[in-house]
């Protein structure tokens, strides 16, 4: 399966902490996707790093890439109840003639923050 | 950027029957997609959708299961075969509008009795 796995399957952490999840893919990317999903609804499109780039801001998030190790974490700051819901990474891996435009998608780390 | 309306948002289908899932967006795109999100599970791709040619299914994927149309660059429909309940899922479309960003449909929910 190209399916990435992402660690871990569920964090629970208290408002105001930090919350730190990992993703590992197995193939040459062009790039890498992070969303968020409430509880079954639709996906909402967080950030995007291309595979020539290390690390990216956006608000609150924090998005690392090491092409090297096949690796992405995704830190969220000062996490607020609201922040709740499953993350999922998700690569658009490269084929023989560039971007396959396939999205693959993680496991998933489902994120409960207490209030 | 572009607006994808899925439809029906859930449906509760018995046993055999077929229902068919629609998606429509508000530009023309070259490419659509397909996914099905089991409960509890994330997101797997079922399909892509090309206008002018056959759908290229990922495997575990058939055409006689799951077929797809893509009659024009704005809309595209999925349908579910002879569901039986391991067939409940969300399912949902995307599209790739040039490089970023990438557009879901919200999803239909399916239970299948």
Redesign the interface.
């Known amino acids: 399966s190209q399916?990435g796995e992402e660690d871990p399957q569920a964090l629970s952490i208290q408002e105001g902490e930090n919350a730190t999840m990992n993703c590992s893919y197995k193939t040459s990317i062009n790039n890498l996707?992070w969303y968020r999903q409430n509880s079954?609804?639709?996906?909402v499109?967080l950030i995007?790093i291309r595979s020539n780039e290390r690390e990216k801001h956006s608000g609150r998030l924090r998005v690392t890439l090491d092409t090297s190790k096949k690796s992405s974490s995704l830190l969220i700051t000062a996490s607020r109840a609201a922040d709740t819901a499953s993350y999922?990474c998700?690569t658009d891996f490269a084929g023989g003639g560039g971007a396959t435009?396939?999205?693959?998608?993680?496991?998933?780390t489902l994120l409960a923050v207490q209030p | 950027s572009a607006v994808i309306s899925q439809k029906p948002s859930r449906d509760i289908c018995q046993r055999g029957t077929s229902l068919t899932i629609q998606c429509q967006v508000d530009s023309q795109v070259t490419?659509m997609?397909w996914?099905r999100?089991q409960p509890g599970?994330?997101?797997?791709?079922i399909a892509?959708a090309n206008q002018g040619s056959e759908a290229t299914y990922e495997s575990g994927f058939v055409i006689d299961k799951f077929p797809i149309s893509r009659p024009n660059l704005t809309f595209s429909t999925l349908t579910v075969s002879n569901m039986s309940p391991e067939d409940s899922s969300?399912y949902?479309c995307?599209t790739?509008e040039g490089f970023?960003?990438?557009h879901?449909?919200?999803?239909t929910?399916l239970s299948i009795l």
Request: without cysteine.
């Open positions: 399916q996707q079954g609804r639709g996906l499109h995007l999922f998700a435009n396939k999205l693959i998608f993680g496991t998933g | 490419m997609f996914y999100q599970q994330s997101l797997t791709l892509t969300i949902l995307r790739r970023h960003p990438q879901f449909g919200d999803g929910r």
